[in-house]
C-alpha cells in the first residue's frame, strides 16, 4: 500500500480516530489504526472493542491495500512535521515508512486481518437529530456520570426515545442530571438505553454545534452514529437503570432564586479555604441574603454573602461545591432557581423557566 496526503488532511483526520485508542492495550493490536487506501481515499479507524471510530479522507494513492499502524507515534510523527508537509507512506508487509521531505520514519505493523472490526448495527432503528440538539444533550447532563461505579450501569448515560422527545440521564448517586430535548424521532414504542461514558465524552469531543445532521441508528446491543465524515459504533450497556424519577424530589416548600455568575464567582473564591478532600460549602438562605461559608482543618474559613430573592425561614444546607460548579457550569440562563425543604434533602436546581432541565443535588455534613 502507498500514498501521499498532506499534514493538515491527516492530522484532522488522526485526532479524530485516536481518541479511542488506549495508551495500554491487553491486545497489542488496538493500539494500532486500521487503514484501508483505495481509489484516492483512505479509510482510518480505531478502536477499543467497546467503541470504534471510523473517518475517511482524500489522499494520492499509489497502490491500494490496508495495514494497521501504531496509533500515538504516527499522531506524534504528524504533529512534529511543519505545516503543509507532504507525507508519503509506504507499507509492506512488516514495515510502515513515513518519509515528509528529509525525514524518514519506519514503524512496526501487525496483520490488517487481524483488527477486530465491531458487527455492523443493520438492524437497528434509524432517525436522524442535529448535532446541535444532541451535542446539547450530552453537554447538560454527562458531567454527572460515575466514574468506575461498581454499579457499572451508572458508569454511562441513559437514553429514554420517544415519538415526540429524547431525554438523557446522568447520576453518581449523589447527583442527578435530566435534561429533556423536544424532537420527533417517530419511534413507535418509547426504548431505553445507556451508552458508556466513554462514547459519550468521545461524541462530547466531536460533535459540532451545526444544524448539520447526525444520523443514528439503535439496535439491541449496540448503536451507530454518523455525522460529517465519520462515523462511531459503541456497545450498548447491558443492564436497567435505576427509576431515577424517584430520586428526584417533588413538592419542596421552598424556593429562591439568585444570579447565576454571582453565585459562581462567590462559590470559586469561598471554596479557596475549604476541605480539599471533601470540598464542602454551606450555604444559608437568609431573607434576601445568602451566605456561604467554608473552612478546613487548619482552622482556615471563609464566608462570603450574595443577594437573592428568598422570604422562607432561614434554612442551611452543606453542598459538595465542585457538584454545585458543575450544575451551574450546565445552566444557560443568567438566573437559577434552587427549590429545597431542609438541610438533610436533596434540593433541585434549574435556570430559571427551563422546565426541560432539572438537576438534584444532595445534601453534604459540614
Not at 494500532?32 to 473517518?55: I, P, Q, W
Not at 431505553?192 to 445532521?213: A, C, F, G, M
Not at 445568602?290 to 437573592?308: R, T, V
Request: some cysteine.
Amino acid at each position: 500500500m502507498e500514498f501521499v496526503v498532506n499534514r493538515e488532511i491527516l492530522l484532522p483526520a488522526l485526532v479524530k480516530v485516536t481518541g479511542v485508542v488506549e495508551r495500554r492495550q491487553t491486545l497489542p493490536i488496538l493500539s494500532n489504526l486500521h487503514l484501508f487506501a483505495e481509489s484516492g481515499r483512505v479509510t482510518m479507524t480505531g478502536s477499543d472493542l467497546e467503541v470504534e471510530v471510523k473517518t475517511d479522507f482524500a489522499v494520492e494513492t499509489q497502490h491500494t491495500g490496508d495495514a494497521t499502524i501504531p496509533a500515538r507515534k504516527l499522531i506524534d510523527i504528524c504533529r512534529s512535521l511543519g505545516d503543509g508537509a507532504e507525507i508519503r507512506f509506504r507499507i509492506g508487509d512488516d514495515r510502515c515508512v513515513i518519509t515528509s521531505g528529509r525525514g524518514r520514519f519506519s514503524l512496526g505493523v501487525l496483520p490488517a486481518a487481524d483488527f477486530p472490526f465491531m458487527e455492523p448495527v443493520n438492524d437497528g432503528f434509524q432517525f436522524t437529530i442535529s448535532e446541535s440538539i444532541l451535542k446539547r444533550l450530552l453537554e447538560k447532563t454527562s458531567f454527572a456520570m460515575a466514574q468506575q461505579d461498581v454499579r457499572y450501569y451508572l458508569n454511562g448515560l441513559l437514553i429514554e426515545f420517544n415519538a415526540t422527545s429524547l431525554t438523557a440521564v446522568a447520576t453518581d448517586g449523589h447527583r442527578l442530571a435530566k435534561y429533556r430535548s423536544k424532537v420527533a424521532i417517530g419511534i413507535s414504542e418509547p426504548r431505553q438505553v445507556i451508552i458508556p461514558s466513554k462514547t459519550i465524552l468521545e461524541l462530547r469531543r466531536q460533535l459540532s454545534s451545526s444544524e448539520e445532521d447526525a444520523t443514528m441508528s439503535l439496535g439491541e446491543k449496540s448503536f451507530h452514529i454518523s455525522f460529517g465524515n465519520m462515523a462511531m459504533t459503541s456497545k450498548i450497556v447491558d443492564g436497567r437503570y435505576p427509576e431515577y424519577e424517584r430520586v428526584i424530589p417533588r413538592e419542596l416548600q421552598k424556593s429562591a432564586l439568585l444570579k447565576k455568575d454571582e453565585l459562581k464567582r462567590s462559590l470559586s473564591r469561598t471554596a479557596i479555604l475549604s476541605n480539599e478532600k471533601y470540598r464542602g460549602v454551606r450555604l444559608t438562605f437568609l431573607q434576601d441574603t445568602l451566605k456561604l461559608l467554608a473552612h478546613n482543618p487548619e482552622q482556615e474559613e471563609a464566608e462570603e454573602e450574595i443577594e437573592l430573592l428568598y422570604t422562607d425561614e432561614s434554612t442551611s444546607i452543606g453542598f459538595n461545591v465542585s457538584y454545585l460548579m458543575d450544575v451551574l457550569g450546565a445552566i444557560d440562563e443568567s438566573d437559577v432557581h434552587i427549590q429545597f425543604q431542609d438541610g438533610n434533602s436533596s434540593s433541585v436546581w434549574r435556570g430559571k423557566d427551563a422546565e426541560d432541565e432539572t438537576f438534584v443535588v444532595m445534601p453534604m455534613r459540614i
